[in-house]
Structures are given as C-alpha cells and as structure tokens.
C-alpha cells in the first residue's frame, strides 16, 4: 500500500529554535499534503493544506509565519516550528492521497506522525 | 460542509462484530463517506471509504443506508488490536471530529 514517511518521529528542542518536520510520499507522488497538529486528548486539527510548487493554504487561526510549509518536490513537503515555545508542544501529522488509488475520493494516507516537545 | 455525529465511545467483546454508527444527514450527493481510526499515538489509518453502495475489505464492511445520511462500519470479528478511535469523515479535504473510542475487551 501507499506509504507517508514523517521525520523525525520525535524532536525535543529549546525554546526560541527553530524545528524542521519532513513528510515523504514513499512510492508515489502528492501534488497535495496536509498538515495536522493534535494535543493530548484531543482530535486532529487540521492547519493547512500543502501545494507543490505553491504557497500554503492555511486554516483560519493557523500562523503561516509561525508554520512555514515547502512543499517543493512532488514527495516532500516539510513544516518548520520557527521560535518554538512549549505551547507549540504537540502530535504534528502529515497526509496526502495516492492519486492511483484515489480517484474521485480522496483516501489520505498518514505519516506515523513527529511529536514535538519544547523546553 | 458536511458534518458527522458519532458515539463517544463503544465497546465490544474480542472475536465479536463491532458496528459503529455515524450519523450524516447534511451530505451532498457527490461527497464520500471515509473511515479512519487512530490507534493510540501513530497517524490515523485508512480503513474504507464509499459513495452509495455497501462496501467491503479486508479491514471491515461500510453500511451507507440508501437516502445516505447516515453509515454503519463493521469489524467483523474485532480483535485487542482494533482499539482505537475511528472517524467518520464526509468532507473531501479530511477534518477529524472526536469519532468513536472504540475499546475491545478479551
């Protein structure tokens, strides 16, 4: 089946830096990512929607100056947490949807997900 | 957009079929029902999706009821391992309610 690599799969990281998350279509290629975030507890909430060779489309309340998305390759978009703080402490996930497979639906495949911790 | 109404949480005896119910009255014609569950700290995973007619995988069978507003996932003979929550999305571009805890007991 379609494979979604995340890297890394867990980061703890000072205040005031700057974390860079990777997400890889393995074996097929995504035009369209989507970036995720879940707190403890809680659902998946989606936070942009990653467009090769574009700019981001961002949920309303997400910072885009805060989560930088490059989706520069058709297998590789990555999310940067610039000047982390310890309330950007989460479950970040990444998805996209094998176009072989998909069709007029839209089947996401999801990256095992990077968990996030700043000091 | 298309919303879903989900049970909190359900549970289910091992080795027996768990049905999980999703309500979605609001969704459009053209708009697929999609299934997911996300076993404790790992990425959701796909389970099984469909448009009008009954369908099923190796995973489980999706009941869409025939006016499409609302869908029943079966897992035919749940084992410890399908604990999990599962989301019922309606929406193209995916967007998680609080889904179902689904816990299976021995």
């Known amino acids: 089946g379609a494979v979604v690599s995340q890297h890394p799969s867990w980061v703890i990281c000072k205040s005031g830096t700057s974390v860079k998350i990777e997400c890889r279509s393995l074996d097929f290629q995504a035009t369209t990512m989507f970036w995720y975030r879940q707190f403890p507890k809680q659902s998946l909430m989606l936070m942009a929607t990653s467009n090769e060779g574009s700019k981001a489309t961002y949920e309303q309340g997400v910072e885009k100056d805060k989560f930088l998305i490059n989706h520069a390759s058709l297998t590789l978009s990555t999310l940067t947490v610039t000047s982390a703080h310890p309330e950007d402490s989460s479950f970040y996930i990444c998805s996209a949807d094998p176009p072989y497979l998909t069709g007029p639906s839209n089947i996401q495949y999801f990256g095992a997900g990077t968990r996030l911790s700043v000091l | 957009d298309a919303k879903t109404t989900q049970p909190t949480s359900m549970d289910c005896a091992e080795g027996r079929a768990a049905n999980l119910p999703c309500n979605h009255s609001?969704?459009?014609?053209?708009?697929?029902v999609y299934w997911y569950r996300q076993i404790h700290s790992q990425g959701p995973q796909y389970i099984i999706h469909g448009l009008k007619n009954n369908e099923t995988n190796e995973m489980a069978s999706l009941i869409i009821t025939e006016d499409r507003k609302s869908s029943t996932l079966i897992l035919p003979h749940a084992t410890l391992r399908d604990t999990a929550v599962y989301y019922c999305i309606v929406r193209y571009i995916p967007t998680f309610g609080r889904g179902t805890s689904l816990i299976v007991h021995p």
């Open positions: 609001t969704i459009s014609g053209n708009e697929y």
